[in-house]
């Protein structure tokens, strides 16, 4: 008699015993035990709305090709078919681990959301040594202005609190600083023109209050924007050498000094807003990298303009144009020279610190007016028409320098003659 092979027929309900009919028999071990019937793995493939819009692609048990791209590294690629395109979390639970997918170490959401695995990005570095710096500025100057209220000194620019007018040049100079016009040279300019501190203060106030504001501009820029890191790491290191020596010179300087150095970083200032209102720059090309020789000459122009930073020429302006000459894309300029002043103003700002030359109530206005500008800036508005603002910002930039120039002249003279300080 021939046997039928293959799986026996089930049928489609079991009637309950004593309905009509008998109820299969029971299948029981030797032992009189109740043999257990191994459960049958569901090998179906989820569907798209299980998976989170993902479908496995063909490929045999076990084979690189059970699972798409999106299991290296636990990057999220969802399909634009399914809906899900927008979808950047991991669509399984946590502890849960699909056959095909390596162990991680972390598990499996120590990623970042958005694809990149944790710790093995460069900039989380980057930003645990940027918040190390700002919290090494922040408890020096906590300690200094502890000191000088101990001391009782009688200065004007270190008693009280911040005025309106100061923290409104720290909302409006930091919010135009997000959008890339610059803070120094507006900042110089109105400090100047309404005498809020000493000629030769300016410098170390604007290092010390538009540190916070700067730090969190970094941090956003360097996060949003791709900039390869040993280029980023080697710019951003000369830049801070280079301010660390600056600001012991200019701590040093007298006061005419310091006024001739300012006026020519307002007339400098003034110059790049007119390129930049001219569309008069360098092109740039597509790369996110430096190396060789190009890196060093980079390098070199960084330590440059982090020691004139100091004096209070801005470096935004010049960095793009050297980021444009040496073929990089202009928008990696943004994280270079966020994360160039992000760390070098910190360093130069314990130099001012140990000299005391800076104003302590006007660099609480500047950094207590400038954070939460710069978030509206970079979240809120993020974009403006901003050549009116340029024009405006020249006329009041050359109107500066023209004053610190003319200041200058009148210090040397009287130091000249004895009557001066």
């Known amino acids: 008699m021939a046997v039928a092979r293959g799986r026996p027929a089930v049928p489609a309900r079991i009637p309950r015993a004593g309905a009509g009919r008998a109820s299969p028999p029971r299948r029981t071990a030797p032992g009189g035990r109740r043999r257990r019937r191994p459960r049958r793995r569901d090998r179906?493939?989820?569907?798209?709305?299980?998976?989170?819009?993902?479908?496995?692609?063909?490929?045999?048990?076990?084979?690189?090709?059970?699972y798409p791209a999106w299991s290296e590294g636990l990057r999220v690629r969802?399909?634009?078919?399914?809906?899900?395109?927008?979808?950047?979390?991991?669509?399984?639970?946590?502890?849960?681990?699909?056959?095909?997918?390596?162990?991680?170490?972390?598990?499996?959401?120590?990623?970042?959301?958005?694809?990149?695995?944790?710790?093995?990005?460069?900039?989380?570095?980057?930003?645990s040594v940027l918040a190390l710096f700002t919290a090494g500025l922040l408890a020096a100057w906590a300690r200094a202005a502890a000191a000088a209220?101990?001391?009782?000194?009688?200065?004007?620019g270190w008693r009280g609190r911040p005025s309106a007018f100061e923290l409104a040049v720290g909302f409006g100079t930091n919010f135009f600083d997000t959008l890339g016009?610059?803070?120094?040279?507006?900042?110089?300019?109105?400090?100047?023109?309404?005498?809020?501190?000493?000629?030769?203060?300016?410098?170390?106030?604007?290092?010390?209050?538009?540190?916070?504001?700067v730090v969190i501009q970094a941090f956003i820029f360097i996060a949003i924007i791709t900039v390869e890191p040993t280029t980023l790491f080697v710019l951003v290191a000369a830049a801070v050498l280079g301010a660390w020596l600056g600001a012991g010179i200019v701590a040093r300087l007298p006061r005419y000094r310091i006024q001739?150095?300012?006026?020519?970083?307002?007339?400098?200032?003034?110059?790049?807003?007119?390129?930049?209102?001219?569309?008069?720059?360098?092109?740039?090309?597509?790369?996110s990298g430096l190396s060789g020789g190009s890196l060093a000459v980079a390098a070199g122009c960084l330590f440059v303009l982090g020691a004139l930073?100091?004096?209070?020429?801005?470096?935004?302006?010049?960095?793009?144009?050297?980021?444009s000459l040496m073929g990089l894309n202009p928008a990696v300029a943004f994280p270079i020279m966020m994360g160039a002043s992000a760390f070098l103003m910190p360093v130069a700002g314990l130099r001012f610190l140990k000299a005391g030359r800076y104003g302590l109530r006007a660099a609480l206005?500047?950094?207590?007016?400038?954070?939460?500008?710069?978030?509206?800036?970079?979240?809120?508005?993020?974009?403006?028409?901003?050549?009116?603002?340029?024009?405006?910002?020249?006329?009041?930039?050359?109107?500066?320098?023209?004053?610190?120039?003319?200041s200058a002249v009148h210090e040397r003279r009287s130091r000249a003659t004895g009557t001066g300080g």
């Open 44 to 66: 179906r493939a989820r569907s798209p709305a299980d998976h989170g819009g993902l479908r496995r692609s063909r490929g045999t048990r076990g084979a690189p090709g059970r």
């Open 78 to 127: 969802a399909s634009p078919r399914a809906g899900f395109a927008d979808r950047t979390l991991l669509p399984l639970r946590v502890g849960r681990r699909p056959r095909g997918i390596p162990r991680t170490r972390g598990g499996l959401l120590s990623g970042a959301v958005r694809g990149t695995p944790a710790l093995s990005d460069p900039r989380l570095y980057l930003f």
């Open 149 to 156: 209220t101990r001391a009782g000194r009688e200065r004007d």
């Open 181 to 213: 016009i610059g803070s120094f040279a507006p900042t110089t300019s109105l400090f100047k023109l309404k005498k809020v501190v000493p000629d030769e203060e300016i410098p170390g106030t604007m290092m010390i209050g538009h540190t916070p504001p």
């Open 260 to 287: 001739v150095g300012m006026g020519v970083a307002l007339l400098v200032a003034a110059a790049t807003f007119l390129m930049a209102i001219f569309e008069i720059t360098a092109v740039g090309g597509e790369a």
């Open 309 to 323: 930073m100091t004096i209070g020429i801005g470096i935004y302006a010049p960095t793009m144009i050297v980021v």
């Open 365 to 406: 206005g500047l950094a207590i007016g400038g954070i939460p500008a710069v978030l509206i800036a970079a979240f809120i508005v993020r974009s403006l028409p901003l050549n009116a603002m340029r024009w405006l910002v020249v006329v009041v930039v050359l109107y500066a320098a023209i004053a610190m120039l003319r």
